[in-house]
């Protein structure tokens, strides 16, 4: 089946203004190729071999490439018109550089799976590696191995989003805790709880495609009878108390999010939001301390930033 793909060349500053902005489109998958992310692969991938100059030339000048893509279904006169009317509403607010917006009809297969050859085990944290399916590493003592073929969902583990969020992860999370996972994606938060001690997991995510990957995820990594899944928006779906919620989503989301997520936390639970780009950190502190959070810590790597409270 051929799909169009929209290919948008913008700034990493404005990556999660467009990056929301395509999923109100009808988009059936996302690829963000961000220079900060060949960056840190190329210090952090030990599985890493030389770093290919052509590479290096297509992320120059602070690039971002985001790439979009539509089912036969979508109606592409549409989805171009609000992407640039889009874009250029986005202009007021932040830097979106040249924005240049070119589409093209591609296979499904192709890409689909085209990107795995770049997808290589990641060490994160003290013991955390992330490791696609169709690759071997030689696990040892103590290192808590995700196993992902993330598909078209969102969560690799490449981005300081996710990452930040394992990292804190593995320092909170306590034997026999309760997890709420609010976009889960890919369903590594979830996953990554779990064999770090976590009890149970419910994962929730606007994306029903989440669904069916998250579910596949988890039955890889045996714990598919710790996990439950569904499709909804934000809480719509979400039922109980949990010791540990944790929210990787963006900075408008979980600013809608907030106000209502105390009733699914238990006394003293931790909630954990990330996603958010730095210069909407303010406006997601206000959020959370308006809402009678207190902030225990913040972390920040590259243009990203998570925030930790009770």
Known sequence: MNWTEVTIFTTPQAEEVITALLYDTGVGGVNIED?????????????????DESILAKYSENKCIIKAYYSPEVNMEDVMLKINEGIENAKQFVDVGKAEVTSCVVDEQDWENSWKQYYKPLYIGENIVIKPVWEEIDKKDGQVVIELDPGMAFGTGTHETTRMCLEILEKKIKTGNSVLDVGTGSGILSIGAIKMGAES???????????????????????????????????????????????????????????????????????????????????????????????????????WAAVICK
């Open 35 to 51: 220079p900060s992310l060949i960056d840190e692969a190329n210090r952090i991938t030990k599985d890493w071999d030389v770093m």
């Open 201 to 303: 997991c419910f994962a929730v995510d606007i994306d029903p495609m989440a669904v069916k990957i998250v579910k596949e995820n988890a039955k890889l990594n045996c714990v598919e009878d710790k996990i439950t899944v569904v499709a909804g928006n934000l809480t719509e779906k979400v039922s109980g108390k949990y010791d540990v919620v944790v929210a990787n989503i963006i900075a408008d989301a979980i600013i809608s999010l907030t106000p209502n997520i105390r009733q699914f936390m238990k006394e003293d639970a931790l909630y954990i939001t990330s996603g958010i780009i730095v210069f909407r950190l303010d406006d997601v502190k206000e959020k959370l301390e308006e809402c009678g959070f207190k902030i225990i810590d913040i972390e920040i790597q590259g243009d």
